[in-house]
């Protein structure tokens, strides 16, 4: 579980970059209102008004006149929303916004049927554009939106009758994990194959309830950034998130067994102090996940992921008991490390720590098809459990 961070904001930067281009090029503009016509007026930009919320920034330009689809040329830069409006005059506005998203807009006027609109963004996010006839005494307006990159509220819309898990086998490729003999260039144990193997089983296992559809944030030996890994958690809406994987202890070679985590309510607690003196999106990371939440949706979400998440814990520690001696099952603990910057919505998520490679007997046990056997069947009877009180419960999220 070694991350750097800064690795990871680049990876978000980048991914997000790339994500805009992809929608830019799919195309999220649109002009539903707009037929191609003969402008023969030149259209005045009036004002600039917004309007901002958790899930959108909206910012309209009051224009005078009709301004048509071909005369309007969008161009994203890094953080900054270009559009060129042809056909159209403005004298200069400069408005700063108090949105989550965007922090200032500006019209520049080039010449006479020239203008620049300047929007700039405080992370590239996706955008639309369109235009509104006038409507009940507003003028013509040209409308840009502006979402975040996820929507928590996405998964409300849930249709589907299965139960999505996401199993994630830790480490794989070019990070092997905690090793045995440490430090060895060529170790005979390794943290990734056993995560692997031990996530295969979970997922035949698994494979077993019709009610159940798995996803694998990696089924081969294959390296898979933790940004990856919880945007597959998120894209799925999973209504479980199990992370698997093995410790290493060097100074502490008594210490054995298997243990479940899940986020830790100081994680919590920091973050919405955090969000409340900033009033804007923060991210919350634990070495499972990370959450990007806004201060309103804070309190709601992470009280049912705490909830959900607990209660996945204890399925799975229930039935890793009766899977594996009693002794050898530590039980449930707060993660309370924060290495990882990731951006999930709150699902409910743990991670199995399976035993402790720098023990003994766990790394007898560990590299056993029998004993990967066992923690497998505890791990997944544990989803299983939990799965079926969800649908007791009609639990939607
Ligand atoms: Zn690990």
């Known amino acids: 579980m070694k991350i750097i961070q800064t690795v990871m904001l680049e990876l978000i930067t980048m991914m997000n970059r790339r994500e805009i281009l992809k929608g830019f090029i799919g195309g999220f503009c ?49 953080k900054t929303l270009w559009i060129k409006l042809k056909n159209v005059r ?37 955008y639309k554009i369109f235009a509104l006839k006038p409507y009940r005494g507003k003028p013509f ?19 589907n009758k299965k139960r999505i898990v ?14 045995w003999p440490i430090r060895s260039k060529y170790p005979r144990i390794r943290e990734k194959d056993i995560t692997l ?3 295969l089983r979970v997922r035949r296992i698994l494979k077993r309830y019709s009610d159940i559809k798995v996803i694998m944030t990696r ?27 093995a410790d290493s202890m060097p100074h502490y070679p008594n210490w054995n067994g298997v243990t479940v985590f899940k986020a830790s309510p100081a994680l919590f607690a920091k973050a919405q102090i955090t969000a409340k003196e900033v009033a804007k999106k923060v991210r919350i990371c634990n070495d499972i996940m990370c959450w990007s939440i806004s201060p309103l949706l804070l309190n709601m979400s992470t009280t049912i992921t705490f909830v959900e998440s607990s209660k996945l814990a204890e399925k799975i520690v229930n039935n890793l008991k009766a899977h594996v001696n009693d002794d050898l099952v530590n039980g449930i603990r707060d993660m309370k490390r924060n290495i990882v910057v990731l951006k999930t919505p709150g699902r409910p998520a743990v991670l199995v720590e399976t035993g402790f490679l720098t ?19 505890g791990i ?3 989803i299983r459990d939990y799965v079926s009180s969800l649908n007791q419960t009609a639990f939607v999220m």
């Open 30 to 78: 649109f002009f539903p209102f707009l037929e191609e016509a003969d402008a023969s007026s030149i259209s005045l930009i009036k004002r600039i008004r917004y309007s901002s919320n958790e899930e959108r920034t909206r910012i309209v330009l009051d224009c005078t006149g009709k301004v048509i689809k071909r005369n309007i040329e969008p161009f994203l830069k890094g």
């Open 166 to 179: 996401v199993i994630d086998p830790g480490h794989g490729g070019k990070d092997p994990g905690a090793v």
């Open 219 to 245: 089924t081969k030996d294959v390296y898979v950034p933790l940004l990856k890994r919880a945007e597959i958690a998120a894209k799925s809406c999973a209504d479980a998130f199990v992370s698997i994987h």
């Open 197 to 199: 193997s031990i996530a």
């Open 359 to 377: 023990n003994p007997l766990d790394r007898k046990r560990l590299v056993q098809n029998w004993y990967q056997e066992e923690i497998a069947r």
């Open 380 to 382: 997944a009877k544990g």
């Open 141 to 159: 307006r040209i409308v840009v939106d502006v979402f975040p990159d996820f929507i928590v509220t996405n998964c409300r819309l849930k249709t």
């Open 90 to 126: 403005a004298n200069k506005i400069v408005k700063s916004l108090k949105s989550p998203l965007v922090s200032e807009v500006k019209v520049i006027p080039i010449n006479k049927h020239v203008v620049k609109v300047k929007l700039v963004m405080k992370e590239p996010h996706k």
